[in-house]
């Protein structure tokens, strides 16, 4: 894993966690295991600044946030192809600090290319 900003550089991602990079490439992983069982992740970049968005209440407080990752992925899938994914990873949470709080992460898959 490389590239992303240190943890403690981006305080406005604690909603993600204190290790938003362990997060992110657990989640990552997760979702790529869930379309081929067999993939193996070998390497994360992370390749900008993540792109932050706050939205706040009719209080004033922060209720939404958004962190949109751009990312080479580098895994091995079932068969033992060696692929570099290029895409952008997002969170976007709801409703933070409430009883209806959520979390939902995407993928968008820019491309995909053998190596």
Do not use: K
């Amino acid at each position: 894993m490389y590239g992303f900003p240190p943890p403690g550089q981006l305080p406005q991602l604690g909603w993600l966690g204190p290790d938003y990079v362990s997060v992110l490439v657990h989640d990552l992983t997760r979702g790529l295991l869930r379309q081929d069982s067999g993939t193996q992740v070998l390497g994360v970049r992370c390749e900008a600044e993540p792109a932050l968005q706050a939205s706040v209440d009719a209080a004033g407080v922060i209720r939404a946030h958004e962190a949109s990752f751009r990312l080479q992925v580098f895994v091995q899938d079932g068969a033992g192809r060696a692929w570099r994914l290029n895409g952008r990873w997002t969170y976007a949470g709801r409703e933070l600090g409430t009883a209806a709080a959520s979390v939902v992460h995407y993928w968008q898959l820019f491309s995909a290319d053998g190596v």
